[in-house]
């Protein structure tokens, strides 16, 4: 739809949706509320995109589709301070507030955890989680007061500018922080898997993702992408699951193609990354060299047989001149 030439807030039109956004979009959005919808009702799935790539300008790139969440995996991604704090303010700059910040933090890097954290990181993802204690010990450094005992910044608000909050009585952002920022266990290891009912038990986590990569590893599992899963992995699978059912925690994960989204949303995943920006990129260059590379052969092959065509065409006309020529010098009227 195009303008009229109103100011922009009289055509809503352009305006975008953003439900679950804070006050000020350097702070967290709502993931908790986020998540509990979806688990209420699938159709609000969240569905978002897997970012590796340590760059600002992808992430911009990624948020103007306005994904419900991008997922910035900063334990395997190599993100420093200055590149992972701008890639959250953009993904939610960028998208006018629509799309979540989820953070994958190693597991002891406190740096990059206060880093995102004070950027508006909405969910935290706390790999390789072994036991309820790795929970606490992360609880006490990602809420403040009385939950916990996250420093305050003074650098993330400048007073009667950017310190509105949805909550009342919350000049710092404080209580924004402790109602919308969420924690999701990742289990990967045999540890993991043995103290899952633990985990899942507790109030400080709001959801669980598998990670199943390393626990393979980890449970001597041979584990391929290209084959049917070995039958130790289905058991742990359906135990993660179960467990995920029993205590009511929403899942969080990746969905490779979309033929396995029905199957995910039945085991209760409510939070699916659909697009991997590194994935992506590497498709999109196979396959544009994949399509070049048959255009090309396609082309020379036609031309190589029309090729042979005109030659053959050249030898006839050749050989009919010759054969005349023959002709008449024997008295003879050449053939037609």
């Not at 978002?48 to 991008?70: E, H, L």
């Not at 072994?130 to 450094?141: E, M, S, T």
């Not at 290891?189 to 590893?217: Q, R, T, Y």
Request: with cysteine.
């Amino acid at each position: 739809m195009s303008g009229n030439g109103k100011p922009f807030p009289q055509q809503p039109q352009f305006h975008t949706t953003a439900e679950h956004r804070a006050a000020v979009l350097t702070y967290p959005g709502n993931l908790r509320e986020a998540l509990r919808q979806a688990k209420e009702d699938p159709k609000k799935t969240l569905l978002g995109v897997a970012q590796g790539i340590p760059s600002v300008f992808v992430t911009k790139v990624m948020a103007s589709a306005k994904p419900d969440f991008i997922w910035m995996d900063v334990e395997h991604g190599i993100f420093d301070r200055s590149t992972l704090y701008d890639a959250i303010h953009a993904a939610q700059h960028h998208s006018e507030g629509k799309t979540l910040v989820v953070c994958r933090i190693p597991k002891h890097d406190e740096v990059s955890l206060t880093t995102a954290l004070d950027a508006g990181a909405a969910g935290l993802v706390l790999p390789h989680t072994d036991c309820a204690q790795d929970v606490r010990d992360k609880v006490k450094d990602i809420f403040y007061p009385p939950l916990g005992q996250r420093s305050f910044s003074p650098w993330t608000f400048t007073p009667g500018i950017s310190n509105q909050s949805l909550y009342e009585g919350d000049e710092w952002n404080m209580k924004n922080s402790n109602n919308h920022i969420c924690i999701i266990a990742q289990i990967e290891s045999v540890e993991g898997m043995k103290n899952l009912d633990e985990i899942a038990a507790m109030p400080e986590v709001d959801g669980l993702m598998f990670g199943p990569g390393d626990f393979s590893a980890d449970a001597g599992i041979n584990f391929s992408l290209a084959a049917p899963p070995p039958q130790a992995f289905i058991d742990a699978m359906t135990k993660f699951v179960t467990t995920a059912h029993k205590y009511g925690k929403p899942l969080f994960g990746a969905a490779q193609n979309p033929a396995m989204i029905p199957m995910m949303l039945q085991q209760g995943y409510v939070a699916l990354a659909v697009s991997f920006d590194v994935w992506g990129v590497a498709n999109m260059v196979k396959n544009g060299m994949d399509e070049a590379r048959v255009i090309i052969e396609q082309n020379v092959d036609a031309a190589n047989e029309n090729g042979a065509a005109e030659a053959a065409d050249s030898v006839k006309a050749t050989n009919g001149s010759a054969n005349g020529a023959v002709e008449v010098v024997a008295g003879r009227a050449p053939s037609s």
